[in-house]
């Protein structure tokens, strides 16, 4: 018996290193995007970045939050004990702060595809004024977007294409992690609904800090046309 358990944990060691080995050599950004022709280029100068949503995925932070959202259906506070009460506020607040610092990091992100943008030549708009009309239109934060909508808030923004993007943070392992990170996106011609630009740039790295996300971004856009 002993042995058999040597040999399951000795085997786990060598796949986890393989893995590690794996991932290691991939330090190069997988790219897929798709440009529409110059052509389609020439009437757009105004373009609106609409939504960057963040999703972060990690055993941990999947268990915190069913476990967030589980005592939240199966209770109430009049129904919990003092104990019970402690622990849902406890969960809550972690649970805000990692909203928090997601929201954060899709401003930063939209900042930088917006200064992308602008080292492009084209005009963009300024986020403020941008989240106003989200609002207006029940869509900000509710990551429930569809083309038809996206172009209504284009126009309404005075806009010649709108962008809509999604940064997926995957994390693998718990002791020595590490992060599959994708960044996938859409340019509608607000005039026409047509795809002006689509695709997914994707780096898989032993570390994570956020230049690796504007690496990505710069990566998406590189081929757009000025």
């Known amino acids: 018996m002993k042995k058999k358990i040597f040999n399951q944990s000795y085997l786990r060691k060598i796949n986890f290193l393989l893995l590690i080995v794996i991932f290691s050599n991939c330090n190069s950004i997988e790219k897929k995007v798709s440009i529409a022709p110059r052509k389609y280029f020439k009437q757009i100068n105004k ?4 939504q960057t949503t963040i999703k972060l995925k990690s055993e941990k932070a999947d ?3 069913e476990l967030f959202f589980k005592m939240l259906e199966s209770t109430n506070e009049s129904s919990l004990g003092k104990l019970e009460t402690i622990a849902l506020e406890k969960q809550k607040k972690e649970y805000e702060t990692i909203n928090t610092k997601i929201n954060k990091l899709e401003n ?6 917006n200064a992308k943008l602008l080292d492009k030549g084209y005009i963009t708009f300024d986020r403020s004024s941008t989240i106003k009309l989200l609002k207006e239109q029940a869509l900000y934060q509710t990551g429930l977007y ?3 909508r996206n172009i209504k808030v284009g126009k309404l923004a005075t806009a010649d294409a709108v962008f809509i993007g999604n940064l997926n943070i995957t994390i693998i392992g718990a002791y020595s992690p590490i992060y599959d990170i994708e960044f996938n996106g ?4 607000v005039e026409t609904g047509e795809l002006l630009a689509i695709g997914a740039v994707n780096i898989t790295k032993a570390d994570f800090h956020k230049e690796l996300i504007l690496e990505l971004i710069q990566s998406w856009f590189e081929n757009l046309p000025n």
């Open 186 to 189: 859409k340019l509608l011609d």
């Open 146 to 148: 569809d083309d038809s």
């Open 47 to 50: 373009i609106a970045v609409l």
């Open 63 to 65: 268990s915190n939050k």
């Open 108 to 113: 930063d992100t939209i900042n930088d595809i």
